[in-house]
């Protein structure tokens, strides 16, 4: 790839707090390198659609500090065919986009393979609350997901605490208990459920929550990742076995929004930096990935068959965090 002269950014999938932070620093990183930089709108539908704005160093000011995306995002069922990823083809020849620079999640990284297939070199940065990519430690975003739901959950425990009352809050993150045990584990959660621990009622709420009361606690916490179960049903069935009346709370959408944190911040920079290098050092076709701390360019072919499974070792430890309960652990 001779020197690139014009590049696309964009954003894809479910927002993130920092994502505004990659575009700031592809932006600014492609402009310290001659490289014109322009913003699609929209996620890969924008790309499909033409839908563009330039972008500049002051045009992508005062972002650091502004969840979601000035580039918006969305999820595109046409990108999925051919005959999609043709017509974003068309726009990138119309445009002159030598390169894309995805940002967004595993879906974003599939459809970004395939347009690579198609002859246009792309570069991702993870984004995503979820953490849940299998090719790097971190995605941007979930830090401040995960601060803001620890907000949110120290907030209800005033309440549950002076009511002595049972919560029961469900959290994002999709299949993965990513965000769950990171959080359950900071807010000291009375149980933690994740998707990769086959949830034995008895074991895993009742018997956490009989061990609290036993230790002297009126008040209880239990925190549910989405894709373990269904937050109003946990609720019923502890009333059912307990005979008390647990409060439940959806966090939902609140994780996505909020400025992000200084992590995400500058996690998202160094991201979005390496990213445009790798262009203008002529790479491309590669996911910016962190490996134990250091940020790594990974063939996105090879980054797409990486996995990642929940740390066992840190749900022991919450566990053990429970009041000394630790119970072999079957399967992950
Ligand atoms: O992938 C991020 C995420 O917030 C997941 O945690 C959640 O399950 C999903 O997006 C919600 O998708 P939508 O915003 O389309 O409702």
Redesign the pocket.
């Known amino acids: 790839m001779g020197k690139i002269k014009r590049i696309g950014v964009l954003t894809s999938?479910?927002d993130?707090p920092g994502m505004n932070a990659v575009v700031r620093a592809v932006t600014r990183t492609a402009l310290a390198n001659g490289i014109d930089c322009i913003g699609i709108r929209r996620g890969w539908q924008g790309l499909i659609n033409g839908d563009f704005i330039q972008l500049s160093r002051a045009s992508v000011g005062h972002l650091l500090s502004k969840g979601g995306t000035i580039l918006y995002t969305a999820?595109s069922e046409e990108f999925m065919t051919e005959a999609g990823r043709q017509k974003a083809v068309y726009t990138c020849k119309m445009l002159g986009l030598e390169g894309i620079v995805a940002i967004g999640?595993d879906g974003t990284f599939r459809g970004a393979l395939e347009l690579s297939r198609l002859g246009v070199p792309v570069v991702g940065v993870p984004a995503?609350?979820?953490n849940d990519v299998g090719c790097t430690n971190y995605t941007i975003g979930f830090d401040s997901a995960c601060n803001t739901a620890i907000e949110c959950i120290d907030k209800l425990r005033d309440t549950m605490q002076s009511h002595e009352r049972c919560s029961v809050v469900e959290v994002?993150?999709?299949n993965a208990g990513f965000?769950a045990l990171y959080v359950g584990t900071a807010v000291g959660a009375t149980a933690v459920l994740v998707p990769e621990h086959k949830m034995n009622f008895e074991e895993d709420v009742l018997e956490r929550i009989r061990e609290s009361r036993l230790a002297g606690y009126t008040h209880f916490m239990i925190v549910v990742a989405?894709g373990a179960g269904n937050a109003f049903e946990i609720g019923d069935r502890i009333k059912e076995a307990l005979g008390i009346n647990p409060r439940v709370t959806i966090l939902g959408?609140i994780?996505?929004g909020g400025a992000p944190t200084g992590r995400d911040r500058e996690t998202a920079t160094r991201m979005g930096f390496y990213a445009v290098q790798a262009f203008a050092e002529g790479r491309g076709n590669c996911i910016i990935a962190t490996q134990e701390g250091s940020i790594v360019e990974l063939p996105i072919e090879e980054a797409l068959t990486r996995t990642k499974h929940l740390q066992m070792d840190r749900y022991k430890i919450m566990q053990v965090m429970q009041f000394g309960t630790s119970h072999p652990f079957d399967e992950f």
């Open positions: 999938g479910g993130a999820r999640g995503t609350i979820d994002m993150g999709r965000l989405e959408h994780q996505r």
